[in-house]
């Protein structure tokens, strides 16, 4: 999920401790325990940690065997293509991981060559494609004249799961089976684009059945997406709110531990899970991949229930206007029909129906192309 | 009544035209706006008279939502404001396309205008139990917000270096920048506001110079060392938007503006950026891989429709946004119910006239149709001028149009804003406000200026960290 989405559930998760809300509230309140606290603040900051650990440090850690950076001149697929080759061959020879990272290619401020890397099983092919914006928008007939492709052929075998997993991993694939049903075969890599600001880093390792596993990000979601760091990242809170001598001291620490902790369990409902009992247990463990991490419904959905939350549990702890009090104007479960359940519901219908719009586009699309042009060399649809 | 309302409609063309004027000054704040506000009216108030008060200002602070888009738009001058709209718009000049740029904003902040109206059960039922629910939370609502916006500036460098050291200072360059703008900025506020500097017959316009010098000069500073050289520009007669651009653009220019309408020192650029978070829908339609179309391609990366529509996403909710700010923050002061009785109203405007003017019920209709017609005579404004500048952009000599502004804002400074210690001021922040500008961070890290000392104020820290500071 996207980094707002951890920010503000980590403020909700935290709200939910009425000791938390009721410190928060000005001191100017006549409410017992006011202190004016900023401890929910620790939630959220907390709560968009582990990716602030793995974007903002752990990526610049993490050193590779292989670079490539293409010259924004002249960019070379061919090398680009020949350098992947070399790694899967370093990795199928030496047996330890082989990391690979393929830099960007920055023309101008707002100016990007975008790439595509396209994997089949014994086969990687890199394809330069137009020039971008930042906002990834292509600017047409920009595309390089001539030598375009570069590709490599390689005699390992790519897998885009890995085998060789702990009883952690093995307990997640379970779970996930029963609650999705068989996980689909394991098909070749999916294809990548790199165009604006980050590198990408490709894994590669070999597995007892010979293939050679191909892990996306290594370095994302390991360390930084456990458990135990959570509560061992809580004691320094913990320490400095005891030195300052502040009432509830422990509680701080709790706080903390409960944002990192909501954004390492919904990361496990993505694909890439995480190391969730790192140092103990250090390999990443795969999620129920229930979602994707950048689906917007998903982060939209979770961002507007935490606030709701959020409005509830500071106004039942504290002010106790909505709900709660003598004189309130609702009862609670008014109160979440009315602004939880019923505006979620108008917003997947309206979402759902967008969806279904533009689905219905595509296949008329295609259906058009295929008519007029079965050999697919139609024009490029963009407006 | 009718000799009245005949009176405060010509207040409202005047105050239309007198905020028109104001954009003349490339890149000015509304709080820079507000000050001046407040000059007009010490030099006008025996004119005006008081029931037309309210009414002048708001339909200035309307009119200026509208024709600013002008020059951020045309001239590449931008406020702190102008974060979400500035990147696409600037992009669809060089393409020969400002007057759609323009427009597109324009019709944006039309929307917000009859929003503003549509939103009267929101702002009367819903509105007032959320303010004072939140109302003592909002020390750590700001916390949450400086927390947010610090730790959400990734690293824009790619990490590029043989050490961890060499990728860190290539990747951090942005921000390690944004910490630095954003400390410099916290810290002057504390200082500033806690020991007065500038003196005290200016005092009403204290932080005129540091706004001007943390958001004009710079703007105008990069204008003037870029070879910004706009192509000759379409006189478009339709805009390349549909319905459907409008209707997705509601809910992030409503998101970002009521923020910035009513946390104290989140302006429209940090709401912008809190709404395009959460609302950005553009994954909804990913990118797809297709069979090939070229001769020598292996693959097509088909950039869906939505991708396109987020560009003029941005540009009409930033218009929404803006106007919700400048303008919904001050209607806030007249939505006077039981549990708000002295209204919700925040930023400059509501700052300066609260003093001398009391909202009174029945007074929001009066500003409701204040807004309609303003934006309307703005809007065609709008329109004209926006035609024109497609006519004469490439004829303006840019370079001296950004000398001039420059001369001008230093000339209201060394007026209205405290003579040379003014000046002195305004130079400091000015520093402060080009570490955006030159390393890429966002601009926003200035308002800490605000942010940082009214956070704590709110906490009830702020005399603490004065005598921390040895300020007292």
């Known amino acids: 999920m996207k980094g707002l989405t951890h920010f503000i559930s980590g403020v909700a998760a935290a709200t939910f401790i009425p000791q938390a809300v009721r410190m928060s509230i000005s001191s100017r309140m006549d409410i017992e325990g006011a202190a004016s606290s900023f401890i929910l603040v620790l939630a959220g900051m907390y709560g968009i940690m582990p990716d602030t650990l793995d974007f903002k440090f752990g990526q610049f850690f993490e050193m590779s065997d292989f670079v490539v950076d293409p010259d924004p001149e002249n960019p070379d697929p061919v090398q680009m293509a020949r350098k992947f080759k070399e790694a899967v061959e370093k990795a199928d020879r030496t047996g330890e991981e082989v990391r690979i990272q393929y830099f960007p290619t920055q023309l101008g401020t707002n100016k990007w060559r975008q790439y595509c890397i396209v994997f089949e099983e014994s086969k990687v092919s890199i394809q330069l494609n137009e020039i971008v914006s930042t906002s990834q928008i292509p600017f047409m007939g920009t595309a390089p004249k001539g030598k375009r492709v570069g590709r490599a052929k390689f005699s390992q075998k790519l897998k885009s799961r890995s085998e060789e997993i702990d009883w952690l991993n093995k307990l997640i694939r379970f779970l996930r089976q029963k609650l999705k049903g068989p996980d689909r075969k394991g098909g070749t890599v999916k294809p990548s684009t790199i165009d604006i600001l980050s590198s990408t880093m490709f894994g590669l390792k070999k597995e007892a059945d010979g293939r050679i596993y191909f892990n996306w990000l290594p370095w994302h979601r390991t360390w930084s997406h456990s458990y135990v760091l959570a509560a061992l990242m809580s004691l320094p809170v913990i320490g400095i709110t005891y030195l300052l001598n502040l009432e509830y001291w422990w509680l701080y620490g709790v706080v903390s ?100 719009k533009i689905d219905e586009k595509k296949k008329r699309i295609k259906e058009e192309e295929e008519e007029e042009d079965p050999d697919g060399m139609g024009d490029a649809v963009i407006d | 009544m009718g000799s009245n309302a005949l009176t405060i409609i010509v207040y409202v063309v005047l105050g239309t035209i007198a905020g028109s004027i104001l954009c003349v000054i490339p890149a000015l704040h509304i709080y820079n706006v507000a000050g001046i506000a407040v000059v ?228 429209a650029g940090i709401g912008a950026m809190l709404a395009g978070h959460t609302t950005n829908h553009r994954n909804l339609e990913r990118t797809e891989f297709r069979p090939p179309k070229e001769e020598g391609t292996i693959i097509d990366l088909h950039t869906p429709e939505m991708y396109y529509r987020q560009e003029r996403l941005f540009m009409i909710a930033g218009g929404t946004i803006k106007i919700l700010y400048y303008v919904g923050a001050f209607l806030l002061l007249f939505v006077l119910t039981e549990l708000t009785p002295y209204g919700t109203g925040r930023g400059g405007l509501t700052f300066i006239l609260k003093p001398v003017f009391i909202a009174e019920p029945g007074d929001f209709f009066v500003m409701a149709s204040t807004i309609v017609l303003s934006a309307s005579l703005s809007f065609i404004l709008l329109t004209y001028v926006a035609s024109l500048m497609t006519k004469i952009l490439t004829k303006l000599n840019l370079k001296f149009i950004y000398f001039l502004a420059l001369v001008m804002v230093f000339t209201i400074i060394y007026i209205i804003g405290g003579g040379l210690m003014g000046i002195g001021v305004s130079l400091i922040t000015a520093c402060i406000g080009m570490i955006p500008v030159f390393y890429g961070c966002r601009r926003s890290h200035a308002m800490a200026v605000l942010l940082v000392p009214i956070t704590l104020n709110m906490a009830g820290y702020g005399d603490s960290i004065i005598h921390l500071l040895r300020l007292a």
Request: glycine share 8%.
């Open chain 2, 40 to 267: 007009l009216w010490m030099g006008t108030k025996s004119l005006i008279p008081y029931y037309s008060l309210a009414p002048f200002f708001m339909s200035l602070v309307v009119s200026f939502a509208f024709l600013n888009t002008i020059p951020r738009t045309f001239l590449n001058t931008a406020d702190e404001s102008a974060g979400a709209s500035m990147l696409p718009s600037t992009d669809m000049v060089t393409r020969g396309r400002g007057k759609d740029a323009a427009l597109m904003t324009g019709m944006g902040t039309l929307a917000g205008a009859f929003m503003l109206l549509v939103l009267y059960p929101f702002f009367w039922f819903i509105w007032p139990y959320l303010a004072r629910v939140t109302g003592p939370h909002l020390h750590w609502l700001l916390g949450l917000i400086i927390v947010h916006y610090i730790m959400s500036e990734w690293p824009k460098g790619a990490g590029r270096g043989d050490t961890i050291w060499k990728k860190f200072k290539d990747a951090w360059r942005n921000v390690f920048a944004g910490l630095l703008t954003f400390t410099l900025a916290g810290t002057f506020g504390i200082i500033f506001l806690s020991k007065p500097i500038l003196p005290a017959a200016n005092s009403f316009q204290n932080i005129m110079p540091v706004f001007i010098g943390f958001f004009a000069i710079p703007s105008i500073i990069q204008s003037l060392l870029s070879n910004y050289n706009p192509p000759k520009q379409y006189n478009s007669k339709y805009i390349n938007a549909d319905w459907g651009d409008f209707s997705y653009g509601l809910l992030p220019g409503f998101i970002g503006g009521m923020l910035a309408a009513y946390l104290p020192a989140v302006t």
């Open chain 1, 257 to 356: 531990f409960v944002g990192m902790a909501t954004h390492i369990t919904e990361d496990m409902t993505g694909h890439i899970g995480g190391s969730l009992l790192w140092p103990l247990l250090r390999p990443r463990t795969e999620g129920f991949e229930l979602f994707k991490a950048s689906d917007p419904r998903t982060n939209f959905s979770v961002i507007y229930t935490a606030f709701i939350f959020i409005i509830f549990n500071i106004d039942r702890f504290t002010t106790r206007l909505i709900t709660g009090g003598p004189g309130a104007a609702m009862p609670w479960w008014l109160f979440l029909l009315l602004f939880w359940i019923l505006p979620m519901f108008i917003y997947f219908k309206v979402v759902a129906n967008i969806k279904k």
